[in-house]
């Protein structure tokens, strides 16, 4: 005998199924062309900051030797301009190893690139494009005061400073913007900087 159709175990199994998927795909589908949540780019960045002052706080001694630059730091620059890293919406980690005032020398006098080594991609310029890839439509807000508001500065202590190397007297926010289109007021994050 040739009977036709499915059993009620298959038919539940294969909406289980679809639910499952519909329920891994479906938060994707519903942000945008990014994979990634504002939160989830907030532990990025907070991660990244964390670096820049590790960095700031252990690596210049071997960058170069205190006699040409005693106290070589790391900054993390936002939306700023760079050569070496021209899109518009954009963060690096820079130094300025050789102490003449230029940040980010790729290379500079002595040969050196004067930013930090991405531990991600192993890439000796470390820059992070928000126009592209998971961090598309990612912006992000940050003003330290001093003439470069959005540069963030670590001594070799990790204390941070602005682009005028002076001391933080205040917390600063850095706010995380992402799909900011009305109805939906879009995904936001913040991370606060103390002094």
Known sequence: MNK????????????AVAAILFVAVAPSMLKGSGTVSASAFSKKLRSDIRYAQTL????????????????????IRFNSVDANCPWAAQYTIVNDADNNGIWGENPNGAG?????????TGDEYFCI???TGNFSGFTIGANFGGTEQGVLEFDTFGRPFNSDKTPLAAS???????G???????????IIITP
């Open 4 to 15: 036709k159709g499915f059993t009620a175990i298959e038919v539940i199994m294969v909406m």
């Open 56 to 75: 700031a706080m252990t690596r210049y001694r071997l960058n170069t030797p205190t006699s040409v630059n005693p106290g070589l730091g790391y900054r």
């Open 112 to 120: 050196v690139i004067e930013s930090a080594r991405n531990p991600s």
């Open 129 to 131: 494009r928000l126009d």
């Open 172 to 178: 600063s926010i850095i706010t995380i913007t992402r």
């Open 180 to 190: 900011v289109l009305p109805p939906s007021p879009g995904e936001t994050a913040s």
